[in-house]
């Protein structure tokens, strides 16, 4: 089984401050996925990263491939309480039917 | 609307009763799999399956079957369910797997075994 290693597992922040979320592995992945899931729902897509070094921006989020396709992360600016949620990556490999996520980011913005 | 089903969405059931977790899609997704979600341990695969009559094992297949006969239902059965399968479990399908697969997932099915 090929590991992902999120963190922090936990986060508690203010309103309108900065964060960046990480997701690691010993493992080269053909791509990476983030997902947002909140409470009672399953979890949604955020966005694919595919080609190392990749940088992806979805409003205020901004997602990075590591150039050797073992690592990412996930940087909020100015989070707000709508940003509340848990958040996990995902990784496929060669073996495409075969996904792996990671442990989760429990994320809390206050007011 | 473009959904994943999935049935019940909670239930509490005795050691050795055996239970069928229906799971369906509307998307005409060829891929489909089934995760266990615990605390602490994010989202591991149980089974999955590639297409019509095409399954595979995840991570975590012990105690756990399925069967995919028709393209939009994919079923979790435990045969004979133990209380280490107390868990959040959801279904979820994708137009293709792997590379740029987005998999879209039901709400859940809480699952709890006494």
């Known amino acids: 089984t090929q590991l992902l290693e999120q963190s922090p597992q936990f986060l508690s922040i203010q309103e309108g401050e900065n964060l960046t979320v990480y997701c690691n592995s010993s493992?080269?992945?053909?791509?990476l996925q983030w997902y947002r899931q909140e409470p009672g729902e399953g979890p949604v897509l955020l966005v694919t990263?595919?080609?190392?070094?990749e940088v992806k921006k979805l409003k205020r989020l901004t997602f990075q491939f590591g150039d050797a396709r073992k690592d990412s992360s996930l940087h909020i600016t100015a989070a707000q309480p709508g940003d509340t949620g848990l958040y996990l990556c995902?990784?496929?490999?060669?073996?495409?039917?075969?996904?792996?996520f990671g442990d989760g980011t429990t994320l809390t913005v206050k007011p | 609307e473009a959904q994943v089903t999935q049935n019940p969405r909670y239930l509490i059931t005795v050691t050795g009763k055996k239970l069928t977790v229906t799971c369906s899609q509307n998307?005409?997704?060829?891929?489909m799999s089934w995760y266990r979600q615990d605390p602490g341990l994010g989202l591991r695969q149980i089974y999955y399956?590639?297409?019509?009559?095409?399954?595979d094992k995840g991570d975590v297949p012990e105690g756990y079957k399925v069967s995919r006969k028709e393209k939009r239902n994919f079923p979790l059965i435990l045969e004979s369910p133990s209380p280490n399968q107390t868990s959040l479990y959801f279904c979820?399908?994708?137009?293709?797997?792997?590379?740029?697969?987005?998999?879209?997932f039901g709400e859940g099915s809480r699952l709890t075994v006494l």
């Open positions: 979820a399908s994708s137009l293709r797997p792997g590379v740029a697969g987005e998999l879209f």
């Open positions: 493992s080269v992945f053909s791509s």
């Open positions: 990263v595919v080609t190392g070094g």
């Open positions: 995902a990784a496929q490999n060669t073996n495409a039917g075969k996904s792996t």
């Open positions: 998307m005409n997704h060829e891929y």
């Open positions: 399956s590639m297409n019509v009559e095409v399954t």
